[in-house]
T-cell receptor, first 113, second 115 residues
Framework: EDQVTQSPEALRLQEGESSSLNCSYT??????LFWYRQDPGKGPEFLFT???AGEEKEKERLKATLTKKESFLHITAPKPEDSATYLC??????????????FGTGTRLTIIP | EAGVAQSPRYKIIEKRQSVAFWCNPI?????LYWYQQILGQGPKLLIQ????????DSQLPKDRFSAERLKGVDSTLKIQPAKLEDSAVYLC?????????????FGPGTRLTVT
């Protein structure tokens, strides 16, 4: 079964302290990777889609990169409002032959002012 | 543009009771998803509709869970009878088309506690 593993589970950073979140996956034939942000009490919100190894996407202080085995979400000079849980997901084939998203467990990011 | 609406936001029931959740997707979105998110885990797809037909319910515990999407718009998810392990947030999402490459828009979820 396809698996998505995220690390670390939780990360506390001082405001302005850059770091990276990791998403590794075991899927047969990667067909893209998705990053979502989830605030407490809310549903996930789409951030990026990466389609192939070497691709990079940026949005404000976030940059997502993709290799053949893993993806990184780099956060540069974070602010308290960047505090959230960051989820990654990959398309996988269900028993019905349906292409669905398989999510990782997420990294809970806390930015301390 | 109005987002995905879900109700209720919170529900507490005793085990063996029944419960129903409601979802109103974004207007014009053909695909509707129900996910279960247990605390500390990522969302897990329970059922996926394309208009009012089921595309995938391979992970839906059919002995206790049921879902329908009437007229290809609103949807309800029911649990009968509930078990302790059903405690989770139930997320509804919608997208324009079917397939992971269509951006999914999530509602705020319903937090279910089974005691």
């Amino acid at each position: 079964e396809d698996q998505v593993t995220q690390s670390p589970e939780a990360l506390r950073l001082q405001e302005g302290e850059s770091s990276s979140l990791n998403c590794s996956y075991t899927v047969s034939g990667l067909r893209g990777l998705f990053w979502y942000r989830q605030d407490p009490g809310k549903g996930p919100e789409f951030l990026f889609t990466l389609y192939s190894a070497g691709e990079e996407k940026e949005k404000e202080r976030l940059k997502a990169t993709l290799t053949k085995k893993e993806s990184f979400l780099h956060i540069t000079a974070p602010k308290p409002e960047d505090s959230a849980t960051y989820l990654c997901a990959v398309p996988s084939i269900s028993n019905f032959g349906n292409e669905k998203l398989t999510f990782g467990t997420g990294t809970r990011l806390t930015i301390i002012p | 543009e109005a987002g995905v609406a879900q109700s209720p936001r919170y529900k507490i029931i005793e085990k063996r009771q029944s419960v129903a959740f409601w979802c109103n997707p974004i207007s014009g979105h053909a695909t509707l998803y129900w996910y279960q998110q247990i605390l500390g885990q990522g969302p897990k797809l329970l059922i996926q509709f394309q208009n009012n037909g089921v595309v995938d319910d391979s992970q839906l515990p059919k002995d206790r869970f049921s879902a329908e999407r009437l007229k290809g718009v609103d949807s309800t998810l029911k649990i009968q009878p509930a078990k302790l392990e059903d405690s989770a947030v139930y997320l509804c999402a919608s997208s324009l088309g079917t397939g992971p490459y269509y951006e999914q828009y999530f509602g705020p979820g319903t937090r279910l506690t089974v005691t």
